[in-house]
């Protein structure tokens, strides 16, 4: 046991001043601290004043695109709407020719969209099959959903294939009927489908009403669908509990597809000397007749680092330029079960396809090659700087000269 020195006694005052720091030890460490703050805020200032510019000029970017964007939808949009009217007793006359039209016009508006991401940096590459050889004939685009960027991005990759953007038919969520774009595609004859099993068997009867009315009346010939149904960061963990629950694979970076809207296109638009059925009529009428729908395309796309793109960052480009990489595969109509049980085993085999796709290109940066083949080949998409002058030029002419029009009516009226 140690004992205490009584106060007062020499050996107490040597311990106090042993315990106590000294004079000498205030003064050494006093000078330190304020030296070291004033390093630390010293190199967190430079940092900040380096950053300073950039941080500003993508913000004044960010301002100018947005304001662009705005001025283009408006001169765009009601300037397409303004030659929908105008071209109304065409429709009357040759239901086809003014369709045609309205196709074209509606193809320029998709690539003013895709010059938005174009001219910001954001390219695609293209691997697999070349969709180019089937453009001319019917076929349903199944692609996985990541984020609000992948409408955009096939917006940009679809715009050299020929008349398919023209010709396209979109399903997408009814939300969408609310935005700028909503009217274009309401006239267009794109498809709003409502998610949620409350409302599933009605939109399913609704979606056959509508491709049974406009698909082959106004002369679609490709459909884009998702059958996920939603953003996969929404629908992972469901899917993966349905997938556990009901013995069905585990899948990471897509979801499992759901069935109805693929059953109901197949249903409405396969032909049916397709899938083995007698066509019935002599060879005049079958020749008359559309082929129907032939190839089903799976679409994969792919992000690098699995970070998607939203339209957000399509619309300011604050992002740096960043490719984002498509995969096609091009399955025959008659390879495909038509039967509801047949036709979900075969999308889960697409999706699970999907998985080890997008699997092996966040491992490698690339997709894997074809069978038979001992590397992949990628082509890069691009479009063409005059045509997107041209057409952007053609926009805000037309938006000058229906202002002009508008303005002369109402002086005359009022």
Not at 83 to 110: A, H, N, T
Request: proline residues 5%; aromatic residues 12%; hydrophobic residues 45%.
């Amino acid at each position: 046991m140690t004992a205490t020195p009584r106060p007062g006694t020499p050996a107490a005052a040597a311990a106090a001043q042993h315990r106590a720091p000294g004079p000498r030890m205030k003064r050494m460490k006093s000078p330190l601290s304020p030296q070291k703050d004033r390093t630390d805020a010293h190199v967190s200032m430079a940092v900040t004043l380096e950053e300073a510019p950039w941080l500003g000029w993508i913000v004044v970017k960010a301002l100018m695109r947005f304001a662009f964007m705005v001025a283009n939808n408006l001169v765009a949009i009601s300037s397409y709407i303004c030659y929908v009217i105008i071209l109304q007793p065409l429709r009357l006359l040759d239901s086809k020719r003014f369709w045609y039209i309205e196709g074209i016009m509606y193809k320029w508006l998709l690539g003013m969209v895709a010059s938005w991401g174009w001219y910001a940096g954001y390219t695609v590459m293209e691997w697999g099959d070349n969709i180019k050889a089937v453009s001319q004939d019917e076929a349903v685009m199944l692609v996985n959903h990541q984020a609000t960027g992948d409408v955009c991005t096939l917006m940009m990759c679809l715009q050299d294939k020929g008349l398919v953007v023209a010709q396209m038919m979109w399903l997408m969520d009814h939300i969408f009927k609310y935005t700028n774009f909503g009217i274009v595609s309401l006239i267009h004859g794109d498809f709003f489908i409502r998610q949620g099993k409350s409302h599933r068997d009605q939109q399913l009867l609704l979606l056959k009403k509508h491709l049974e009315e406009n698909y082959r009346n106004r002369d679609r010939k490709w459909i884009v669908l998702f059958p996920e149904g939603g953003f996969l960061r929404k629908r992972r963990e469901t899917s993966q509990a349905f997938a556990k629950k009901n013995n069905l694979p585990f899948l990471t970076h897509v979801t499992l597809p759901r069935i109805g809207a693929t059953n109901i296109i197949l249903s409405a638009l396969v032909a049916r000397q397709e899938n083995g059925s007698p066509a019935g009529g002599d060879a005049k009428e079958l020749e008359s007749k559309s082929k129907g729908l032939q190839w089903i395309i799976d679409t994969t796309i792919a992000y690098p680092k699995a970070e998607p793109i939203d339209i957000q960052t399509w619309i300011l480009g604050y992002r740096k330029p960043t490719v984002t990489h498509v995969h096609y595969r091009i399955f025959p109509i008659k390879d495909v079960p038509l039967e509801t049980d047949g036709l979900a085993d075969w999308l889960y085999q697409r999706f699970v396809e999907k998985e080890a796709l997008l699997s092996h290109f966040y491992e490698t940066g690339a997709f894997p090659p074809p069978k038979g083949h001992k590397e992949a080949v990628s082509r890069e998409m691009t479009l063409s700087n005059m045509w997107i002058f041209l057409i952007q030029s053609f926009a805000f002419l037309s938006g000058y000269m229906w202002y002009n029009i508008i303005q002369y009516l109402y002086h005359c009226l009022f």
